[in-house]
């Protein structure tokens, strides 16, 4: 977490703990409210293309209800909109531990996965996803085409081209 918001961030848990034992302890299977409006607040910076302040919220959510499965999703979105698709991978499995049948987690997963150039990971979540819908689905058919998209080598910040030698 970010120390910018870490002891807000405690206080917040702190004054809805009690919220959340409550829900626990009756059964209730409901996201703590809290969660939900910080995860609005998540969507609302994404769509703004403010990624930073998206993770920030998101993260709140997910400490607040850390059931809160698209919370995990919307953190691994706002990595993506980072161009980091190794860390959007891990919270997409962290919604995936909470439901290992999220379509959106499987194919977010499965996207991520190929950006980062691993196709046999990603066609094992196409194959769930198939497995999953049985019938058309959108989801299966979006991750496809990033399967069927080309290669593409991803260069290093420090790699340099070699500069052509010219003879006089």
């Known amino acids: ?11 917040l ?6 919220t959340v034992a409550v829900g626990a302890a ?5 996201i703590n409210p809290q969660s939900l409006r910080l995860q609005a607040i998540g969507d609302a910076a994404l769509a703004k293309q403010q990624p930073a302040a998206a993770i920030d919220a998101y993260e709140a959510a997910a400490a607040v209800d850390p059931r809160n499965g698209r919370a995990f999703i919307g953190i691994a ?14 919270f997409y499995r962290e919604a995936l ?8 987690a499987l194919e977010g997963q499965g996207k991520a996965l190929v950006a980062r150039g691993a196709r046999a990971r990603a066609n094992l979540n196409l194959v769930r996803i198939k497995t999953l819908c049985k019938t058309d689905c959108a989801a299966a058919k979006r ?6 998209a080309p290669v593409v080598a991803p260069v290093a910040s ?5 500069p052509a030698v010219v003879k006089n």
């Open 13 to 18: 848990v702190a004054g809805t703990a009690s």
């Open 1 to 11: 977490m970010r120390k910018s918001w870490a002891i807000p961030l405690f206080l």
């Open 143 to 148: 991750l496809e085409v990033a399967l069927a």
């Open 97 to 104: 531990a909470l439901d290992p049948n999220n379509l959106a």
């Open 26 to 30: 009756g059964g209730d299977d409901a």
């Open 158 to 162: 420090a790699e340099a081209a070699k």
């Open 77 to 90: 979105h706002a990595y993506e909109a980072q161009g980091l698709p190794g860390k959007a991978v891990r």
